[in-house]
């Protein structure tokens, strides 16, 4: 099952490789990772989607609070929540991938002769069936956020 | 006054009590050397290699608890000290070590004796710092034993690049009354809930065990689980990690537990209907087949680290919290509580608890068994050292066959006196341990017991203990192979003993032991062993290396058949299943 782990991170050299590298020695898998500065920017919040069962996911969350400069953490799945991921598509004039972008909210940025900048937002699971349905032909570039989420209500996680 | 990046650092570490650095010196740390030469504040030993430094230093944090400090220079030196931050790890020994780096610009550019330290180490340490400006290194240090100290203890590598302790560029001595971290809360009290609900379980239970580990000795609370067992009178095992929290003469110690624990400490676990694991982490040597595990038991589990609840084997009832404070609160509750032990299964668990080790339990008095053969058995070498000694050694171990016999049969009735590599399993962890015990307890005896394989992995160390009169007794418990790997070639590889035998070019131990400018005696007959070590150890100011050439073709048993296997199911001989 699909996970997504929000984590507040002290902002420090090296506090994201230990993260990332946990989740390596504990043997799970990164789907997406995303992370930046947040408040007053001493801390930062990660958000890191990975798979696995309730389990797996108790036990990786215990270990990623173990991590001496990890602040907080907390599993959204477990509750109600917010989920959004944002994607940049560079490609060929096309009309389908401008009609598929533009019902994610899609943006162009840019657009000459030969090629079309757009961004496009959604929950993580209509931008994978967008992806999809782009397919590969006219397709230059493609680029994900990874996706961000919040709890749902009043729950709050920060400091 | 203002200081040098290399005597801040010696301040501090005076500071947090440091006697004892364990180092190696090289380029990028010679700042910090000269500080040492001039500073006079802690004592460095200098060891033959810094792996050697790593486990002298944990040796002295195992013994003491207080953490042990290395310090090596970059590169190789950084390098070599890797097993000794991952032995520490697994054990969760509070040691420091400090790497000198390449300057600050030159970091990332492939110059000479450059190694990504805190990239290297960061799977195997519990945190790392690396300096960035000189005036953080008192604040720095203070965290590192803050960190290396409380919670789960852990390694801490702190990582100085050479400029930092430039001696031309000086700063203010400053750093925080105390340690403030907000992401690190290490303290935490049990659930008075979760004391409550384990307390109602454990007195009504017919069948109880405590199953104890090292986090008893590191949590100092060896006396409050004797307490407990005051009220209970429950059997009690230890882990290999554990041996000397619950007295090993008590009544209702059963033995170590596990791949190599007494018949009677795994049955008891394998028919518990409550266990009691404190400071014990499930261990896959302990638990066997995790599905197969303690089939009846409900499981209460004590420990500092939430992680290690729940990750193998599934608690019914879990207890985050220090131990010592954990266990207080469960005695209290048990004292207060209305429900009274049932005195009667009790009696009727521990009874038959000595049936079995009628049955199948260690025969602790193989020594004075008269045979025709001269031949030593290694498990007699550990019964006759155990006497020698009176019991009262400090015994750090190698890996291997040996190590097992020293957990079987050196009855250990105090904390910490038993120090060994039970989570990582390094050999030539004994001989560097034993320098570090013996400088914290120079008026005790210390006693490495080690294996011929083994010893050759840290000999070097045997030219320290010359140049710091360090008069440990080594007990080479020589069978001519990596006796371990050969009892598992024996048992699962039809005898085929690739790679683990070098009877014909073993070193004559005696003549390097006095190359070294120590003592070395071999023993190849059983009616000369009680005398020699005798001798050994009546030279108090000596270091005597006592080569004991025992019987090659002991097998260490019982031990848990795998794989798919639970805790019931052991051989208990060479061929015979129990
Ligand atoms: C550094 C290291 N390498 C390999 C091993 C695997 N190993 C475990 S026990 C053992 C044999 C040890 O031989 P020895 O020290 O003579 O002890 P014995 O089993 O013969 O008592 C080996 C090679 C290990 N534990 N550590
Ligand atoms: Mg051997």
Redesign the interface.
């Known amino acids: 099952m699909k996970r997504i782990i929000s984590i507040l991170?002290?902002n420090k050299?090296?506090a994201l490789?230990?993260v990332v590298?946990?989740f390596h020695?504990r043997g799970y898998n990164i789907e997406t990772l995303n992370v930046g500065p947040v408040f007053d920017g001493s801390y930062s919040r990660m958000t890191v989607t990975t798979r696995g069962s309730e389990?797996d996911v108790?036990?990786i969350t215990?270990?990623i609070?173990?991590i001496?400069?990890?602040?907080k953490v907390s599993d959204l799945t477990e509750g109600e929540h917010h989920e959004y991921e944002f994607i940049l598509v560079k490609f060929i004039h096309n009309e389908k991938i401008q009609k598929i972008l533009k019902k994610l909210n899609g943006k162009i940025h840019e657009k000459d002769k030969n090629a079309i900048v757009m961004s496009a937002w959604g929950t993580s699971s209509n931008i994978e069936i967008a992806i999809k349905a782009i397919g590969k032909a006219n397709l230059l570039e493609i680029v994900r956020s990874g996706s961000i989420g919040l709890h749902e209500g009043e729950k709050v996680l920060k400091? | 006054m203002k200081l040098s990046g290399g005597d801040l650092l010696l301040r501090a570490l005076r500071e947090e009590g440091v006697k004892f650095i364990f180092g190696y010196p090289g380029g990028a740390a010679l700042h910090i050397y000269d500080s040492i030469f001039k500073q006079k504040a802690c004592d460095h030993i200098l060891v033959r290699h810094e792996q050697g430094a790593t486990h002298a230093a944990d040796g002295y944090s195992r013994a003491t608890g207080k953490p042990g400090v290395a310090l090596v220079t970059s590169g190789p030196g950084a390098t070599n000290a890797i097993t000794g931050l991952a032995t520490a790890y697994m054990d969760s020994v509070p040691l420091i070590v400090i790497s000198g780096q390449v300057q600050s610009h030159l970091i990332g550019t492939d110059s000479f004796q450059e190694t990504d330290m805190i990239g290297i180490s960061r799977p195997i340490v519990k945190h790392s710092f690396i300096v960035q400006d000189t005036k953080d290194i008192p604040k720095i240090i203070q965290e590192a034993f803050h960190i290396a100290t409380t919670g789960r203890p852990g390694p801490v590598v702190i990582d100085i690049p050479k400029d930092k302790t430039d001696p031309t560029k000086l700063y203010e001595y400053k750093k925080p009354k105390e340690v403030s971290l907000r992401s690190y809360q290490p303290r935490v009290l049990p659930h008075p809930g979760q004391i409550k609900k384990a307390c109602k379980n454990i007195l009504s239970a017919e069948r109880p065990v405590i199953y104890a580990g090292g986090g008893v000795i590191l949590g100092n609370a060896h006396k409050e689980l004797i307490a407990l067992n005051k009220l209970l009178k429950a059997p009690v095992t230890n882990t290999l990690m554990g041996l000397g929290v619950y007295p090993a003469k008590d009544k209702y110690f059963m033995g170590m537990l596990g791949m190599h624990g007494t018949y009677q400490a795994n049955m008891a676990m394998h028919n518990a209907d409550v266990i009691i694991a404190v400071g014990a982490r499930f261990d896959d040597r302990i638990t066997n087949t995790p599905s197969l595990f303690a089939p009846n038991a409900r499981i209460i589990h004590i420990d500092v680290d939430p992680a290690s609840i729940s990750k193998i084997i599934n608690a019914d009832i879990p207890i985050v919290g220090q131990v010592k404070e954990s266990l207080n609160a469960l005695i209290n509750e048990i004292k207060r509580s209305k429900i009274k032990i049932d005195t009667e299964a009790l009696e009727s668990w521990n009874q038959q608890v000595a049936q079995w080790r009628q049955k199948h339990g260690l025969d602790h008095e193989l020594y004075l068994q008269k045979t025709k053969s001269q031949m030593i058995l290694p498990q007699v070498v550990v019964q006759e050292l155990y006497h020698a000694t009176n019991g009262n050694a400090w015994v750090t171990s190698d890996v291997g066959q040996h190590q097992m016999f020293v957990a079987q049969y050196y009855h250990f009735n105090k904390p910490r006196r038993w120090v060994n590599s039970g989570g990582l399993g390094t050999m030539g962890f004994g001989l560097p341990a034993a320098m570090g015990v013996k400088l914290a307890f120079p008026k005790d005896e210390v006693v490495c017991v080690t294996g011929e394989g083994s010893i050759q992995m840290c000999i070097q160390e045997l030219s320290t203990c010359l140049q710091y009169n360090l008069p440990i007794k080594i007990i080479n418990i020589n069978n001519e192979a990596l006796g371990m790997v050969r009892q598992w070639q024996d048992m699962n590889y039809g005898g085929r003993h690739s790679a683990s035998t070098y009877s014909d070019s073993l070193p004559n131990f005696v003549k390097l032991a006095e190359s070294y400018g120590h003592i070395g005696m071999k023993v190849t007959k059983k009616a000369e062993l009680k005398k020699t070590l005798e001798k050994a150890f009546s030279m108090k100011d000596r270091l005597v290396f006592v080569d004991v050439y025992v019987d090659p073709n002991e097998h260490v048993y019982p031990m848990l058949v795998a794989p798919n296997g639970s805790m019931k199911d052991m051989w208990i001989k060479k061929n015979v299943k129990a």
Do not use: F, T, Y
């Not at chain 1, 001496?68 to 602040?71: A, G, P």
């Open positions: 991170i002290e050299p090296g490789a230990r590298g946990l020695q389990n108790e036990q215990k270990q609070n173990k001496i400069d990890v602040i400091i």
